[in-house]
């Protein structure tokens, strides 16, 4: 959440993620590897719904991991305090 902040962004966009890990997690359970299975249906709803929950789990990941672990945060002070670096702030 601090990394969050420091970006002046809200702490809950970390928890953005959270309800879409477990609807990953629950799609796995459901309907473990259908397709590694040589006699698997085609494309059962299950499984795609397990490769939508997936793709919109990872999409947003990637998203966090570049907006959060990557790109520098603003300078100077924002509305959470000031720059952790010192970085736009007066001597």
Do not use: E
């Not at 809950?12 to 590897?33: E, F, H, N, T, Y």
């Not at 509305?79 to 702030?89: D, E, H, L």
Request: glycine share 10%; aromatic share 8%.
């Amino acid at each position: 959440m601090r990394r969050a902040h420091d970006r002046d962004k809200s702490g809950w966009l970390v928890l953005v993620s959270a309800p879409l890990a477990i609807a990953d997690g629950i799609a796995m359970l459901i309907a473990p590897d259908l397709m590694m299975s040589p006699m698997a249906p085609p494309f059962s709803t299950l499984d795609i719904a397990k490769h939508v929950f997936t793709s919109v789990y990872l999409i947003i990941g990637f998203w966090l991991l570049v907006t959060l672990g990557f790109l520098d945060g603003t300078p100077g002070p924002n509305r959470y305090g000031p720059s952790p670096k010192g970085i736009g702030q007066k001597d």
